[in-house]
């Protein structure tokens, strides 16, 4: 990636840590805001809030009043990976290289942190979006939001997830599980900065494609490091699906075909920006980093 490119996406994730820091002071009782607080600031790639500012700014030019959406959507994902982390799900010690949530605090401090995470997000869009932005607008980002957080997409995806573990599934149970678990909060990131960039409705389809090819490719990607990584690349516990019998990407298409869906994916997500236009380094930036991680 060219250094005027890391740059942009440097400022990027400072702006974000910074507002995320500024949108969520600690308050009475002091551990559960604390405990929010070491989640969502413990770094992480921050590529959804950095997904929604960009598609902001490249249709219109701005990204300001996408900017309490971006740290929204950071927040909703945090909160599904404090759950995710719990006992009586995924069960993990460690996320972004440091304990996880429940490790550090308890499990109950963890399910109220991803709790209170979750419906303090949508009150961040409510509060925080700048008043030039059409109160029409606003309600269909906050749709958007509600609907992908909710039972008919990431709820889904754990759902099914969860349900399949031990399991020989097929190939369609997966894309369903990766569509929902993953892709949707891609979607819900990209299709939310079109709309407060006011974006036309043959721009948020060709966008909401290219979500699509994006966050399938992302997942794919995160089953291949789950064999190939380390604790200390992944910042997260290798090995997991196999121990979980889990049915991924390698297990069912191997690791060689996983990697050539990717390569795939990313190569239709960056021709369906050519083909309509859409110019930005960090679009096609955040796709080549995918695809080169799995070469
Ligand atoms: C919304 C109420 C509610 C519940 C959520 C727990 C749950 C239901 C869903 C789990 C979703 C999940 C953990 C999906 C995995 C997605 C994924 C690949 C996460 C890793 O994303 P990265 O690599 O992480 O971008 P960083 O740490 O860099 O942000």
Redesign the pocket.
């Known amino acids: 990636m060219e250094q005027a490119v890391k740059q942009q996406f440097e400022n990027y994730i400072k702006l974000i840590e910074l507002k995320l820091d500024e949108f969520l002071p600690v308050k009475y009782p002091q551990e559960i805001w604390e405990s929010m607080r070491y989640s969502l600031l413990a770094?992480?790639?921050?590529?959804?809030p950095i997904l929604c500012l960009e598609t902001c700014k490249v249709l219109c030019g701005g990204y300001e009043q996408a900017i309490p959406t971006a740290c929204a959507i950071e927040m909703?994902?945090?909160?599904?990976?404090i759950?995710?982390d719990l006992p009586c799900?995924?069960n993990d010690d460690y996320?972004?290289g440091k304990l996880t949530n429940h490790k550090k605090f308890s499990e109950s401090t963890a399910v109220l942190a991803?709790d209170a995470l979750?419906s303090f997000a949508p009150q961040i869009i409510i509060q925080k979006t700048p008043e030039s932005v059409a109160a029409q607008t606003v309600l269909k980002v906050l749709e958007e939001f509600l609907v992908s957080?909710?039972a008919e997409k990431?709820?889904a995806?754990?759902v099914v997830?969860i349900d399949s573990e031990g399991k020989q599934i097929d190939k369609k149970t997966l894309t369903f599980i990766h569509e929902n678990?993953?892709g949707a909060?891609f979607k819900l990131s990209i299709r939310a900065g079109a709309i407060l960039g006011n974006a036309d409705e043959k721009t948020i389809q060709a966008l909401t494609m290219f979500a699509e090819k994006l966050g399938l490719a992302?997942?794919i990607m995160?089953d291949i490091l789950d064999v190939t990584s380390t604790l200390e690349e992944l910042?997260k516990t290798p090995g997991k699906d196999a121990l979980e019998e889990k049915a991924t990407y390698v297990s069912l298409y191997g690791l060689d075909e996983a990697k050539n869906q990717v390569a795939s994916l990313c190569g239709s997500a960056c021709d369906i920006l050519k083909e309509n236009n859409i110019e930005s380094n960090i679009l096609t930036g955040i796709v080549e980093s995918i695809s080169e991680r799995v070469c």
């Open positions: 770094g992480g790639k921050r590529l959804r909703l994902h945090t909160q599904s990976l759950h995710d799900m995924d996320r972004r991803g979750l957080a909710g990431l709820i995806g754990q997830d678990k993953t909060l992302f997942q995160d910042g």
